[in-house]
């Protein structure tokens, strides 16, 4: 030490583990007032709470090596404590699977929920579509049988003029018939003859004709240039007609002396009213030809003038 200088020492302190700590510090003389501290007080007080754990640490494991109950008392212990942290280490597991799990059956609830939704809006739109479809349905229904009275009323209004052309074809065929039997019947017809008699037979004249305009009308249509048509229809008529009387001649002739076929009663008379018949509706059908040629009739399917 320097000359002149003083120093002091702190009492010593001594712990429990048996060590002693002092303070030492330096005063200077007069020349120098500096005061030097050797230890600060935060390191004394490390030092002396470490020597305070050394000594309790000391003293612990001196009792545990002299005293077997501490001994197992602490083995117990650390025992339980290892026991609370796989219980707390269990818990934690547990806490985070109920969290895992609360958090699926959210995720599984929203699915569900938006499953039913789906469902629902599908069972929806079946709905609005089998109810379109049974709008469809009934407006197809509405529009066939508006469709259907259309038609009607489409062949009512055709039927009407249709008629009308029917009735002024047999009307034709009737006056040609009229007019080509009137002097067939004034020739055949003796000056014995009953008027009645003439008058009926014109009279059947007429109604064949009336009937033939009318089938004929309808029979030859637009083939007017199907001559062998014409001329079938013309032929039917007349060997109907022929066949009726020749029935009615032989009927009458069947008690004579030469029979039913005799030349004179039957045969000749039924060739006769044959040819007549075949003049007849010739002529009638010629006449409802030249109608239709001069546009006072339409053929059946033409649209008639209103």
């Known amino acids: 030490m320097l000359a002149g200088s003083r120093i002091l020492q702190a009492p010593r302190r001594t712990c429990a583990g048996g060590c002693s700590h002092g303070t030492q510090f330096a005063l200077r003389g007069p020349a120098r007032c500096t005061v030097r501290v ?3 007080e935060k390191e004394a007080e490390e030092a002396a709470s470490d020597s305070v754990e050394s000594g309790l640490a000391a ?24 026991r609370l ?65 259309q038609q009607e009323w489409a062949a009512a209004a055709n039927d009407g003029p249709e008629r009308i052309e029917s009735v002024k074809a047999a009307t034709v065929a009737a006056t040609a018939g009229l007019l080509a039997e009137l002097p067939l019947t004034m020739l055949t017809a003796g000056g014995d003859t009953p008027a009645l008699s003439s ?46 009387a020749a029935d009615v001649l032989q009927a009458s002739s069947a008690g004579s002396d030469d029979g039913p076929l005799s030349l004179a009663g ?41």
Do not use: H, W
């Open 38 to 40: 050797r230890v600060s």
């Open 59 to 82: 003293i612990a494991k001196q009792i545990l090596q002299t005293d077997p109950e501490a001994r197992e008392s602490l083995r117990r212990y650390e025992e339980a404590v290892v």
């Open 85 to 149: 942290e796989k219980a707390k280490a269990a818990s934690e597991e547990l806490d985070r699977m109920f969290a895992e799990a609360q958090k699926g059956a959210v995720i599984t609830d929203e699915q569900q929920e938006q499953a039913q939704r789906q469902r629902a809006n599908e069972v929806m739109a079946d709905a609005e579509v089998a109810a379109a479809e049974r709008l469809l349905a009934a407006a197809e229904l509405e529009f066939a049988a508006a469709q259907a009275q």
């Open 199 to 244: 008058a009926l037979t014109l009279l059947s004249a007429v109604a064949a004709c009336f009937l033939f305009g009318v089938t004929y009308r309808y029979a030859v249509r637009s083939d007017s240039s199907n001559r062998q048509l014409r001329l079938g229809v013309v032929a039917a008529f007349g060997l109907v007609r022929a066949s009726g």
């Open 266 to 306: 039957a045969v000749g008379p039924g060739a006769l009213y044959a040819l007549e018949s075949l003049i007849l509706f010739g002529f009638a059908s010629v006449a409802v030809e030249a109608a239709f040629n001069a546009g006072f009739l339409k053929r059946f399917g033409e649209r008639p003038q209103q």
